[in-house]
C-alpha cells in the first residue's frame, strides 16, 4: 500500500473508527445501567407502596376491630371485613411481585391468624347482636304485660320467669364482654406481630440495596472502561500518527526545501539526505530531472 493520501485517510479513519466503537460500547454500557438503575428504585418504590398499603389495611381493621369491642357499633362490621380483604389482596399482591418471598412468610402466617381471630370474632358479634335484640323483644313484652293491670294478677309466674332470665341473660353479657377484652388482647398482639412484620418486609428490599448498589457501581465502571481505553489508544494512534507524518512528510519536504534552496543560492549539489517514498521519492527524482535539464541547457548555452 503506497500513497500519502492513503497513508493520511487510513489513519485519521482508524480513529474515527475506534472512536466510534468506544462511543458505541459506552452507550450500550450506560443505557443497561440506566435500566438497572430504574429496575431497582421502581421495585424500592413498589415495596413501599405496598408496605404503606398494608399498614393502613391493618390500622383500618384495627380501628374497626376495637371500636365494635368498646362500643358494639354494628356500622364498623363491614369496616374490619373490609380492611382485612384490603391487606389479605395487598399480600396476594406482594407474593406476585416479589422476588424473595422469604420476608413473606410471616407475614402471611400473622395475617392467617388475624383473618381467623377476625371471622370469629365477628360470627360472635353477630350472634350477639342476635341475642340483644331478643332480649329487647323480650323487654319490650315484659313491658306490656306489666302495663296491662287484669293481667298482673294472672301471670305473676311469668313475669317472674322473665326477670330470672333476664338475670341470666345480663350474667351473659358479662361474661361476653369479658371474653370481648380477652379477644382485644389477642387482636392487640396480633397486630403488633403483624405490624413487625410489615415493617421487615419493608426494610428487606432497603437491606438488598446495598449488594445491588454495589453491582451498579462496578457497571458505572464498566461502562466508562471503553471510554478510558479508546482515550489511551487514541492517544496512542495520534502520536504514531505525528511521528509517521514527521517521518514520511513533514520531514522529507524540508529536506528537499532545504536542498533546492541551497542550490538555487549557493549552487550546492541538490543531494537531500534520507530516503524518500511514495510522492515525495517521485517529487524528489523529478526535481533532480529538472535540475539536470538546467545543468545542460546552461552548458549548451
Avoid at 38 to 48: C, T
Avoid at 153 to 165: F, H, K, N, T, Y
Avoid at 204 to 229: C, D, F, G, M
Wanted: charged share 25%; aromatic share 6%.
Amino acid at each position: 500500500m503506497t500513497g500519502i493520501r492513503k497513508r493520511i485517510t487510513i489513519g485519521f479513519f482508524s480513529i474515527v473508527c475506534l472512536l466510534f466503537i468506544s462511543g458505541m460500547l459506552s452507550f450500550l454500557e450506560l443505557n443497561m445501567l440506566s435500566r438497572d438503575t430504574g429496575e431497582i428504585l421502581a421495585a424500592n418504590q413498589r415495596n413501599i407502596e405496598l408496605s404503606r398499603e398494608m399498614l393502613d389495611a391493618a390500622h383500618e381493621q384495627s380501628r374497626a376491630f376495637t371500636r365494635l369491642t368498646l362500643h358494639h357499633e354494628a356500622q364498623y362490621d363491614s369496616l374490619c371485613r373490609a380492611g382485612m380483604n384490603r391487606l389479605e389482596q395487598t399480600l396476594e399482591t406482594a407474593k406476585k411481585e416479589a422476588v424473595d418471598k422469604s420476608t413473606l412468610d410471616s407475614l402471611s402466617i400473622v395475617t392467617t391468624e388475624l383473618r381467623l381471630l377476625t371471622d370469629r370474632f365477628l360470627a360472635r358479634f353477630a350472634e350477639q347482636r342476635a341475642h340483644e335484640q331478643r332480649l329487647a323483644i323480650e323487654a319490650q313484652q315484659r313491658r306490656l304485660l306489666e302495663q296491662i293491670d287484669t293481667l298482673s294478677v294472672i301471670l305473676p309466674d311469668s313475669i317472674r320467669q322473665a326477670d330470672s332470665v333476664a338475670m341470666v341473660q345480663s350474667g351473659r353479657s358479662l361474661s361476653s364482654a369479658e371474653s370481648y377484652l380477652a379477644e382485644q388482647e389477642q387482636h392487640d398482639r396480633i397486630y403488633h406481630r403483624l405490624t413487625s412484620a410489615i415493617q421487615n418486609y419493608m426494610t428487606s428490599a432497603q437491606s438488598s440495596l446495598a449488594p445491588r448498589t454495589e453491582q451498579l457501581r462496578k457497571n458505572a465502571y464498566r461502562a466508562v472502561t471503553p471510554v478510558l481505553i479508546s482515550l489511551l489508544v487514541m492517544i496512542a494512534i495520534v502520536l504514531l500518527l505525528y511521528y509517521f507524518m514527521l517521518l514520511y512528510c513533514v520531514n522529507p519536504i524540508l529536506r528537499i526545501n532545504r536542498a533546492l534552496g541551497e542550490w538555487l543560492q549557493f549552487r550546492i549539489p541538490y543531494r537531500p539526505k534520507g530516503e524518500f517514498q511514495d510522492e515525495l521519492k517521485e517529487i524528489n527524482e523529478k526535481v533532480e530531472t529538472m535540475i539536470n535539464l538546467s545543468k545542460q541547457t546552461q552548458n549548451n548555452r
